[in-house]
């Protein structure tokens, strides 16, 4: 019989509608959805989850945070006894815990506690530790059912404790629950169900300091107090326009308050102006300026952070009990002096605007930090009061001068951060750099001027004061004490720490990544700096090895141009530069304009106007009188050429070649070479004759050793002739000979953007005015891609040292060249045979010897020339940067600890 749907449905409606039972029939089950919730975590935190046993806090962790990131009790009681669940191993094991956040904390990290922290003492030292490092502590509570937390321990065969456990430990945590906040957690997160637990996201803040995606360019502008016409000058210097005509008009001349549609004003190239605080007190414009930054702010054309003064009117203006001193009473006449039906308005919105404000900015990418005191490296990018504090007022000894001032700390002299700071706070006559610091604040408001720097420029723009408007209670600039003879940053290199350079290194440089140095290289190279180098504030590059080309198969030859070119063709290159090898040493040459230029410049201040020293940064000469003649006849040549001028530098680093070799090497072409080839000439000769008298008597026998030691005699006579061409007298500094071939640097630049040939024309233009003591180098660009411009290479070659040359240096064209396999060979050199007889010995080219010769290995010595070359080209490019000499020195530390390396000085 068949069925009726349709009344078997409306039967079941009508039973379950008597029953108070609702029925969807033939529908499928959806899911009820839950909003997400999300907790707001900051990116510098110390997150502590909160929970007993079971709540699913070890979960979570994994979830949402990186495997890194998160310090479990558990797993740490594990590793100090191999058991996690030993629980006499609590105590080690919270204190390996501490240890690693501490670490993590210190280097700015965000860092989870994955343990129950059930009780306030279990809190207590990780609030600590966040405050200690000035982190914010973040506390996300699991307050889960006690049914649920034994259900899940009850599945882990490793938890064997009792069910009053779980019940104790939730309810010592639901007692301590409403005393987080005072306990000092930022943050509290509660999660009461499994569904929240489930949905929960964590959403990473940046800190408020953070503004690392703003790039800039910023011009960032010193205290004000007050000087309104001052800013607007300098604004207008700057660049600043303003909207609609209306220019930067002052408050005082329409009575308008705050709120008042404001002037936009903004940079046409899209600058950014940030303003270091200290915009009230003393001045004669107070609102004027508060108004014009505070509108710049909110429009997004400035940023702003607050100086001691400012928080101060902002106390006094919201009711605080502060002392109307040090100029406060010149902001409150001012607001004084508005309508009555706008003074509060005006009062409101001073108050909430520097209430806005935050301590300390971070930006570009961290490579720039303001504050209105300063920051240091280990307060930069985080949040606390102590962190506030010092941004305000910096770093104090708790003591006072006689003028009644807090005596403060100088921590730029001890800065040692990546990132450039820049603040204000304390007036000084001029802004200096100092350690990557440096303080904008010339006292306007004490007749001093008002700066900005412009940055990523570093460049330095200010107005003077149109007058004194405040007497400073202490001179920042007395009268009778001009300008220091050095800067700030030279006074302090005066004494370099041992620290910045012993011990294991890892040297970053643009041109390659981390470079090594180990700990026994660097005491190697401490000891030649501490006994045997120049005045360190001279010594801003030295040069580096060169490696030999590959060793040539042909016969009787070690070295040939063919491998030369056939390992920069190897590398994809088109064309290289051919450039003779001269007899000589290798010699960097600085010289300055004049002796002012040599103070101003590089801190000397004995009168010298340069230097001359050696690859291993040695004076080149002990008779200072031939390095004063030689240096007056570069400058010389430099200021006939009208190089000065072109190249808008007061000073010059040269890489040279100095002629002739026994300038410098005489002592050792006396105790070595001379000596070697007198000994053989007079052994061999008086061999050579008895031998031949032996012949002569018919003793045939003898004619074979006749003939072997007559050949040795004529190499000992080619190894003498070889030394001999590197010498001759030199009487005074005429019969010197200045070969320079690189022109490294000047103000502002590095020159390795250019090539080779730009060198070469540019010195060539340099030696036109040097004299018979500068040269020229004879150069050869040859194209790789042409067999007969090769040949033309060789040729050059062996016309060269066929006429006794020692050979020639084969370069890319391109000063700095990088391929996929990574920095190339910046230089490799192509010697002769006679040459080397003086490297190998005089009996090289007998083919035992040079066989063996053959087998020698170039990677090491290769490796260490481009380290060595990376090394020197970021010491010219930080000195350039005008930073600190430290940061110089660890980039020349290493090149002399790289020379320490076990290499053979033959290659």
Request: charged share 25%; proline share 6%.
């Amino acid at each position: 019989m068949p069925i009726d749907c349709q009344f078997v449905m409306s039967v079941c409606r009508n039973v379950l509608h008597l029953t108070n039972v609702s029925f969807t029939p033939d529908r499928p089950k959806v899911a009820r959805m839950t909003e997400p919730m999300k907790l707001p975590v900051p990116e510098l935190s110390l997150v502590v989850l909160v929970g007993p046993s079971g709540s699913g806090k070890s979960t979570f962790a994994r979830r949402h945070f990186k495997p890194t990131e998160v310090l479990s009790s558990d797993y740490c009681r594990g590793l100090v006894s191999d058991d996690e669940n030993d629980q006499s191993a609590t105590s080690d094991a919270f204190e390996l815990l501490h240890f690693v956040a501490s670490k993590r904390l210190a280097a700015g990290r965000l860092t989870v506690v994955d343990a129950t922290n059930i009780r306030p003492e279990d809190r207590k030292p990780l609030v600590a530790l966040a405050r200690e490092y000035h982190c914010l502590p973040v506390a996300i509570v699991f307050d889960l059912p006690e049914k649920l937390c034994q259900e899940r321990n009850r599945e882990r065969p490793d938890r064997h404790f009792g069910r009053h456990v779980i019940r104790s430990q939730r309810s010592q945590m639901r007692r301590s629950l409403r005393g987080l906040k005072r306990e000092g957690f930022r943050h509290i997160h509660i999660l009461d169900s499994p569904d929240k637990v489930d949905t929960a996201v964590i959403e990473r803040v940046p800190l408020w300091n953070n503004r690392k995606t703003e790039h800039g360019p910023f011009d960032i502008i010193g205290d004000l107090h007050g000087c309104f016409d001052e800013l607007v000058a300098l604004m207008e210097t700057l660049g600043y326009e303003a909207d609609c005509g209306t220019g930067f008009k002052p408050i005082g001349s329409q009575l308008e308050n705050l709120c008042s549609e404001p002037t936009r004003i903004r940079h046409p190239e899209g600058r950014k102006a940030v303003f270091l605080g200290d915009l009230v007190d003393r001045g004669p414009k107070i609102l004027d300026c508060v108004r014009l930054a505070r509108n710049m702010v909110q429009s997004g054309q400035a940023l702003a952070v607050p100086g001691n003064h400012d928080m101060k009117l902002m106390r006094k203006l919201r009711g605080k009990n502060v002392r109307v001193a040090y100029g406060l009473a010149c902001s409150l006449a001012e607001i004084e002096a508005l309508p009555n039906d706008v003074r509060d308005d005006v009062s409101r919105e001073i108050a909430d605007f520097f209430d806005s404000l935050v301590s300390h900015y971070v930006l570009d990418d961290g490579k720039l930090v303001v504050a209105h005191a300063g920051m240091k490296a280990e307060l930069q990018g985080r949040g606390s009061a102590k962190v506030r504090e010092f941004a305000l007022y910096g770093e104090t000894t708790g003591e006072t001068d006689e003028f009644g001032l807090p005596v403060r700390q100088d921590w730029a002299a001890d800065y040692r951060g990546p990132a450039m700071v820049v603040y204000g706070h304390t007036p000084v006559p001029e802004a200096e750099w100092l350690n990557r610091t440096i303080n904008i604040d010339t006292g306007c408001v004490f007749g001093g001027k008002l700066t900005a720097l412009r940055y990523p420029e570093k460049e330095l723009v200010s107005v003077p004061a149109a007058q004194t408007y405040c007497e400073p209670s202490k001179p920042f600039l007395p009268p009778d004490q001009g300008l220091p003879a050095l800067g700030a940053q030279q006074a302090h290199d005066d004494l370099l720490h041992i620290d910045d350079v012993i011990g294991k290194r890892f040297i970053s440089t643009r041109l390659r990544s981390n470079i090594t140095i180990r700990e026994e290289n660097a005491a190697a190279a401490l000891e030649v700096m501490s006994r045997f180098a120049v005045n360190p504030k001279w010594l801003i590059y030295l040069p580096p090895t060169m490696s030999p080309c590959e060793t040539s198969k042909r016969p009787d030859y070690l070295e040939h141009p063919t491998e030369a070119f056939a390992h920069y063709r190897s590398l994809g290159l088109g064309k290289v530069v051919c450039e003779e090898k001269h007899m000589g040493s290798r010699a960097v040459v600085i010289a300055c304009k004049d002796v002012d230029s040599a103070r101003k410049r590089f801190g000397v201040i004995n009168g010298e106007i340069g230097i001359v020293f050696t690859r291993t940064g040695r004076r080149f000469f002990d008779d200072l009188t031939f390095e004063s003649q030689l240096l007056e006849r570069v400058r010389h040549a430099l200021s006939a050429s009208g190089f000065w001028e072109a190249f808008s530098t007061e000073w010059v680093c040269l890489d040279c070649e100095l002629m002739p070799w026994s300038a410098k090497a005489q002592a050792l072409i006396k105790r070595q070479y001379a000596a070697v080839g007198a000994a053989s000439e007079a052994a061999l000769s008086e061999a050579v004759c008895a031998m031949e008298e032996t012949n002569a008597r018919g003793v045939t026998t003898v004619r074979e050793t006749l003939d072997r030691y007559t050949s040795k005699a004529k190499q000992i006579e080619a190894y003498i002739e070889a030394y001999r061409r590197y010498c001759w007298a030199v009487e005074s500094v005429e019969d010197l000979k200045l070969a320079p071939f690189h022109v490294l640097a000047t103000e502002s630049k590095v020159h390795v953007d250019r090539d080779h040939i730009w060198h070469m024309d540019t010195i060539a233009k340099i030696c036109e005015g040097g004299g018979n003591v500068l040269r020229t180098t004879p150069c050869k660009v040859i194209d790789l891609t042409d067999p007969e411009s090769e040949s033309a290479g060789t040729d050059w070659w062996s016309e060269h040292t066929g006429r006794g040359g020692e050979g020639m240096v084969v370069k890319p064209l391109d000063f700095v060249v990088r391929t996929k396999r990574g920095l190339v060979q910046p230089a490799v050199k192509c010697r002769g045979p006679e040459y080397l007889r003086l490297i190998y010995g005089p009996e090289y080219t007998a083919p035992e010897h040079l066989g063996r010769l053959r087998t020698r290995g170039l990677a090491r010595k290769r490796s260490l020339a481009i380290r060595e070359f990376a090394l020197g080209i970021e010491a010219l490019e930080r000195f350039v940067r005008k930073e600190p000499l430290r940061r110089i020195h660890e980039c020349v530390f290493g090149v002399l600890a790289l020379e320490s390396e076990p290499v053979d000085p033959r290659l």
